[in-house]
């Protein structure tokens, strides 16, 4: 039986759950007998019946060591990296550090299940430099789908690890800075040992597209149209639901948000300075009183969730609208697999009651873009750090494997793959144990 204690000579990788898998992020960093955490998210899943279940990482092996484990770091607020600290926080009880946006996102979960004032939150600029226990951490903006996605630069006497967390090369990101390549190329001259990189895409040749690009299309698209328009795509994706804003001011179209989730993410967007002062919202309540042509309602729903406000409004049991036939729905986001059957009674719903219908899927503009890097970005971001070597993460096996394939053609001379479990060595020297934990999961209710 190996100890699985990190000494002084030891700095360990360890993912508890996303490595092998998209979805319920859990990474832990091992040096000098004490733990870091990364990231502690869900993932949804629909059982046999049909009812949406929510599951976690099991975090048993760092609850039983509670006492060694000196913080948990979260990198954003996708519900793949956030969602489960509310839930499994009483079985840690370690500080939290993560940007204000993510912060201001969490404590409002926190609020829901009474335990805000249990947990310690450490709120740090995104440009933060932080010791936590053994390990020295560095905060490094990316570029993703949501404000304020952070890679962490993690260092100990050993090495430096560059943990992308998801990003993408966004040159546009409408809110936000775009993506910095000095700061890349400024880390790959200090030196960077590891790369810990998200794989979500790697199968994908090219590049992503840019969140501006999204918003032209958005006006093009919204333009020629009459009656109402709904928009409904991801609420965490703040960026998007400033193009479309932007894009109805453009129209003459009023905006309207209704659906609470969506909501919550504009009110985290304005606290925190994201949402530009000249894009005033509209009270949802009012809407349906104004002119249908000078209307345009944010909603959520886009994956055909029945009790998203989206649906509510085809089947007209909605308490602020009623959808009229030449009212036009847009599906600005991309159906995640699972959800296809869901997306598909919703549209059907849609069509009864004669609402056209553009969805980003088959729509001849691209009305939505990907918050991961394809095959281009990959190669450009190991060309800029030199890492020594690469661990792909945040990725299904061929996912990954297309990932370490793409570092290897870009230099690396070390890629290490693995799945949740397993004892990724980064130093003293280079090594996958298989299995050091069982690999398993907990449905959170
Ligand atoms: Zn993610
Ligand atoms: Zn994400």
Redesign the pocket.
Known sequence: MMNLTPSIHDFWFLPLGGCGEIGMNMNLYGHNGQWLMVDCGVTFEKSPQGQDRTYSADPSFIASRKDSLCGLVIT?A?Q??IGAVANLWPQLRCPVYTTPFTAFILRAKLRELGIEQNVPIHEVPVNAKVNIGPFALTWFLQT???PE?CALIIETHLGRVFHTA?WKLDPNPVIGQPFNQQAFEHLGQKGCDVVVCDSTNATIAGHSISEAEVGRNLVKTIKPLKGRVLVTCFGSNVARLVSITRAAKKCGRYVGVIGRSMQLMINAAKTTGYWPDDLPLADARHLGYLPKEEVLILTTGSQGEPRASLARMAKQTHPFLELDPDDTVIFSAKTIPGNEDAVAKLTSQLKLRKVDIIHAQTSSLCLHAS?HPCQDELQKVYTWLKPRCVIPVHGEQQHMQANANIAKQAGTKYTLTGKNGDLFTLAPIRSVKKGVTPERRFEIV
């Open positions: 954003h996708h793949d990296h993703h789908s949501i996605p998801d918050g």
